[in-house]
């Protein structure tokens, strides 16, 4: 008996560490400004010859703008484009009172579609 609720308890610890290693659900913006930061801030300064300071503010408002497009799959198509648009123009606008030129503001999109292109599709999606 001891021996089974020994293997129990080390099953549950070992899910637990699992769950933690992946994250254990969504992180809060703080934090995901921090990751964004460590992960893509010296990509975006190398790519897009910002200051320090710029790459700061573009990842605030790439992080701003994230939040803005989550929950656009229960949208009908012609909602999700305007909300789309919405957004882009927004942001762009963001990107404007950093103050960045408009040469500033192609580079720093023509980074993010390149990071959207190289990155791994998500399981789960329908088939193509």
Do not use: H
Not at 19 to 35: H, I
Not at 66 to 75: A, I, P
Not at 112 to 125: D, L, S, V
């Amino acid at each position: 008996m001891k021996k089974i609720i020994t293997l129990a308890i080390f099953a549950l610890i070992c899910s637990l560490n699992t769950v933690q290693a992946q994250g254990g659900g969504q992180m809060d913006p703080a934090q995901m400004l921090e990751m964004m930061k460590q992960r893509v801030k010296p990509g975006l300064i190398e790519k897009t010859k910002l200051t320090d300071a710029q790459a700061d503010k573009v990842l605030e408002i790439q992080l701003w703008s994230q939040g803005e497009m989550r929950g656009m799959r229960d949208l009908s198509e012609e909602e999700r484009a305007a909300k789309t648009k919405t957004v882009n123009e927004e942001k762009t606008k963001k990107f404007k009172a950093i103050p960045l030129t408009d040469d500033q503001i192609k580079s720093v999109n023509d980074f993010y579609e390149e990071m959207r292109k190289n990155r791994p599709q998500r399981g789960g999606g329908g088939s193509k």
